[in-house]
């Protein structure tokens, strides 16, 4: 009989055991610590690549769009030279009276001259 008696507390809960205790017992689950640890590590280093990384591209585009800004300030100042003189009127050779008048207008004087 008294087997019976010990029997019913044996069946004590674990949250039964911490109340009667008065906190939780430190029962640590190797298993779920080194997986949530393996897992957080991974996470974090995934994190961190991923941010590298950006900031690999961030930099890749700054210092392309900058090479491309700094290498054709002639050529792009060439090409302006180039526009102005195809869109207005000028004096090529006043001598023999050559003159420069814009493109669409050469275009409209050949048409006109044509009919």
Same mark, same amino acid.
């Given at each position: 009989m008294a087997e019976e008696?010990?029997?019913?507390?044996?069946?004590?809960?674990?949250?039964?055991?911490?109340?009667?205790?008065?906190? &939780?017992?430190?029962?640590?689950?190797?298993?779920? #610590? *080194?997986?949530? *640890?393996? &897992?957080?590590i991974g996470v974090l280093l995934i994190v961190v690549m991923g941010v590298i990384s950006l900031y690999n591209y961030n930099k890749f585009q700054f210092q392309q769009s900058a090479s491309i800004e700094s290498e054709f300030p002639e050529y792009q100042r060439?090409?302006?030279?180039? &526009? #102005?003189?195809?869109? *207005?009127?000028?004096?090529?050779?006043?001598?023999?009276?050559?003159?420069?008048?814009?493109v669409d207008s050469a275009i409209t004087l050949m048409l006109n001259n044509g009919e």
């Amino acid at each position: 009989m008294a087997e019976e008696k010990d029997k019913p507390a044996e069946k004590f809960s674990a949250f039964d055991e911490a109340v009667s205790y008065g906190a &939780m017992y430190d029962k640590l689950n190797i298993k779920n #610590l *080194t997986f949530w *640890t393996v &897992m957080g590590i991974g996470v974090l280093l995934i994190v961190v690549m991923g941010v590298i990384s950006l900031y690999n591209y961030n930099k890749f585009q700054f210092q392309q769009s900058a090479s491309i800004e700094s290498e054709f300030p002639e050529y792009q100042r060439i090409q302006n030279m180039n &526009m #102005l003189q195809l869109n *207005t009127y000028g004096v090529v050779d006043e001598e023999t009276g050559v003159y420069r008048i814009p493109v669409d207008s050469a275009i409209t004087l050949m048409l006109n001259n044509g009919e």
